[in-house]
C-alpha cells in the first residue's frame, strides 16, 4: 500500500505542479497558480499519514517504510529548488521569461554551488533519520522497525559517498587547477 501512495504522491507533486504553472503562465491566473504551488507540500503530508496509519495498524517495517521517509526528506530539502527549477523553465518556454539560471560548470562558483547542494542533502537525510527515528519510537517494537534502522545506515552511507564524490572533490579539483 506505502508503494502505492509513495508512486501517487510523485505523480501527484508533478501535476500540482504542473497545473500552478500552467494557471500561473498560460492561464495568466497568478493567484490560482501562487495557491497551486503553495499546496505542492500538501502531497507529502498525504504520504506522511499513510505511513503513520500503515504502522500504527500493526504492519512491520518494510523497505517501502523506509523509502517513504528518504522520499519526504528528500522532498523537504529540495522540493522548493526543483518548484524553482521548473518555474524558471515554464517561465523561459511559454511566457517569454529569461533563460533558467544555470550551475557554474568550474570554479570557485562550481565549489560553492557544490556545497551548497549538499547542504541540502545534509538537511534530507536529517528530516528522513528524524522521520525514520519517529517510526521507530512510534512502533515501540525493535523486531518491527529493523529495516528502519537499516535505512538510517544506507541513507548515511549515500551522504557521506556524495560528500566526497561531489562537493570534497569539487574542491580539490579546483585547488588543484588554480596551483
Same mark, same amino acid.
Given at each position: 500500500?506505502?508503494?502505492?501512495?509513495?508512486?501517487?504522491?510523485?505523480?501527484?507533486?508533478?501535476?500540482?505542479?504542473?497545473?500552478?504553472?500552467?494557471? /500561473?503562465?498560460?492561464?495568466?491566473? %497568478?493567484?490560482? $497558480?501562487? *495557491?497551486? #504551488?503553495?499546496?505542492?507540500?500538501?502531497?507529502? !503530508?498525504?504520504?506522511?499519514?499513510?505511513?503513520?496509519?500503515?504502522?500504527?495498524?500493526?504492519?512491520?517495517?518494510?523497505?517501502?517504510?523506509?523509502?517513504?521517509?528518504a522520499y519526504l526528506g528528500f522532498s523537504i530539502a529540495f522540493g522548493?529548488?526543483?518548484?524553482?527549477?521548473?518555474?524558471?523553465?515554464?517561465?523561459?518556454?511559454?511566457?517569454?521569461?529569461?533563460?533558467?539560471?544555470?550551475?557554474?560548470?568550474?570554479?570557485?562558483? /562550481?565549489?560553492?554551488?557544490?556545497? %551548497?547542494?549538499? $547542504?541540502? *542533502?545534509? #538537511?534530507?537525510?536529517?528530516?528522513?533519520?528524524? !522521520?525514520?527515528?519517529?517510526?521507530?519510537?512510534?512502533?515501540g517494537d525493535f523486531s518491527r522497525t529493523e529495516e528502519l534502522v537499516?535505512?538510517?545506515?544506507?541513507?548515511?552511507?549515500?551522504?557521506?559517498?556524495?560528500?566526497?564524490?561531489?562537493?570534497?572533490?569539487?574542491?580539490?579539483?579546483?585547488?588543484?587547477?588554480?596551483?
Amino acid at each position: 500500500m506505502v508503494l502505492a501512495v509513495i508512486v501517487a504522491c510523485e505523480i501527484g507533486f508533478w501535476v500540482v505542479l504542473g497545473a500552478g504553472l500552467v494557471a /500561473r503562465y498560460l492561464l495568466r491566473m %497568478r493567484r490560482l $497558480g501562487a *495557491a497551486l #504551488l503553495v499546496c505542492v507540500p500538501l502531497v507529502d !503530508l498525504v504520504l506522511l499519514g499513510a505511513t503513520v496509519i500503515d504502522l500504527r495498524r500493526g504492519a512491520t517495517a518494510t523497505f517501502v517504510h523506509g523509502l517513504a521517509a528518504a522520499y519526504l526528506g528528500f522532498s523537504i530539502a529540495f522540493g522548493h529548488s526543483m518548484v524553482r527549477w521548473a518555474d524558471q523553465r515554464f517561465a523561459h518556454r511559454f511566457a517569454g521569461g529569461p533563460p533558467p539560471w544555470k550551475p557554474p560548470k568550474d570554479g570557485l562558483g /562550481r565549489v560553492r554551488y557544490e556545497w %551548497r547542494e549538499w $547542504g541540502k *542533502a545534509v #538537511l534530507a537525510w536529517a528530516v528522513a533519520c528524524a !522521520l525514520l527515528g519517529g517510526g521507530i519510537l512510534l512502533v515501540g517494537d525493535f523486531s518491527r522497525t529493523e529495516e528502519l534502522v537499516a535505512w538510517v545506515a544506507r541513507l548515511t552511507v549515500v551522504i557521506v559517498i556524495w560528500l566526497l564524490a561531489y562537493p570534497v572533490w569539487t574542491t580539490i579539483s579546483h585547488r588543484s587547477a588554480t596551483e
